[in-house]
């Protein structure tokens, strides 16, 4: 297995460099091909959805189904799937990022009380307190 940094993902994604693009396709369909998983961090998909976000103005909608394509592809492990299901379940009608359902997700797992917050689109969501 080997693991994917995040401008591979973009470019097999957003296909905005035809040469790096037939690159990354490339590398998916030769890992296909042998039964090679890639691997994929949490930060690289936090990466992903802030480039997809900032620099390319995708709309929440294309990037959480962007998201549920990366998570039924059966050529990736993602590290903490069910972390990552959980945050983009949240993501999907929150108001929050996806990284700070993300760390919420994290939190819980680590088995804390809560996580504590100054960002106000969090106040409300499960998990979060706050910090007034």
Known sequence: MRGLDTNILVRYLAGDDA????????????????GEQLFIP??????????????YAQTKPVIVRALDEILETKLFQIESDLLVRR????????????????????????DCQGCITMDRGLAGAAGFTLLR
């Open 19 to 34: 040469k790096q693009t037939a690159l990354a396709g490339e590398l998916m369909e030769q890992s296909s091909r042998r």
């Open 42 to 55: 949490l930060i690289v998909l936090c990466e992903l959805v802030w480039v997809l976000s900032k620099s």
């Open 87 to 110: 945050s983009l379940d949240a993501f999907r009608t929150g108001r929050g990022d996806f990284a700070d359902y993300l760390i919420g997700e994290i939190c819980h797992a680590a």
